[in-house]
């Protein structure tokens, strides 16, 4: 089940709405093919699924960039075989940094700086459950 979360900033008004977490729709790899939009990735996947020896991990995960603190909410997809292992990664939209995925807890400020003054740290408070 995903979680859903408002990002604030504790000194501007930036805020940002973030979910987390799976749902149905990633019970299984030909259901996750089914919304993927990237070609490559779609193509990555669907080689997976014809491996039965094929385990994979995925769901919606916030990705956040070392360098300037952009954030972003995307899918986090892993999948190994007997034969062959594929990881996502995201490059930052700003400046093409490698982002690392983040964990966040409700009510909890948390030590990400805020994407639009890099002065405030950025407070999460969970408001909906989905699946």
């Known amino acids: 089940m995903g979680k859903a979360y408002k990002l604030d900033c504790d000194t501007c008004t930036y805020t940002e709405n973030i979910i987390v977490g799976f749902g149905l729709a990633y019970m299984s790899l030909e259901s996750v093919a089914s ?5 490559a990735l779609k193509r990555c996947i669907e080689e997976f699924i014809g491996n039965p020896s ?6 919606d995960a916030l990705y956040v960039c070392p ?5 972003r909410n995307e899918l986090f997809i892993e999948m190994k075989s007997d034969s062959s292992q594929y990881r996502i990664s995201y490059a930052c939209p700003r400046c093409t940094s490698v982002m690392k995925q983040e964990h966040i807890e409700n009510n909890v400020l948390h030590h990400l ?3 639009a003054c890099e002065k405030g ?6 408001y909906m ?3």
């Open 129 to 131: 459950d989905w699946d």
């Open 67 to 71: 360098d300037c603190q952009a954030i």
């Open 121 to 126: 740290k950025l407070k999460a408070t969970f």
């Open 54 to 59: 094929t385990r994979y991990d995925a769901y």
């Open 35 to 39: 919304f993927v939009e990237d070609a």
């Open 113 to 115: 700086s805020c994407p």
